[in-house]
């Protein structure tokens, strides 16, 4: 699995969307499922995926599909 496929089967299972859902329109609250309880679990998944740790930081910039892209360059994971 590539880390495009772990990055897209986070939002994917966290948020129970298709694949096409995913893209730049994906942001905070865009969706019912992203609220604040759900934005934790796909944090969780996220370091689950790429066994990191976010700062607390980049927990709260990551708001949209595109930005948690960008955020994880910083962890040296390349999508």
Do not use: P, R
Not at 30 to 55: C, K, P, R, T, Y
């Amino acid at each position: 699995m590539t880390n495009l496929q772990k990055y897209n089967d986070a939002f994917i299972q966290s948020f129970s969307i298709s694949e096409a859902d995913l893209g730049s329109e994906l942001v905070y609250q865009s969706i019912d499922n992203w609220d604040s309880v759900g934005h934790m679990q796909l944090i969780a998944a996220i370091e689950d995926a790429f066994d990191i740790m976010l700062d607390t930081d980049d927990i709260i910039d990551f708001s949209s599909y595109t930005i948690g892209i960008d955020i994880l360059k910083k962890y040296d994971v390349e999508l």
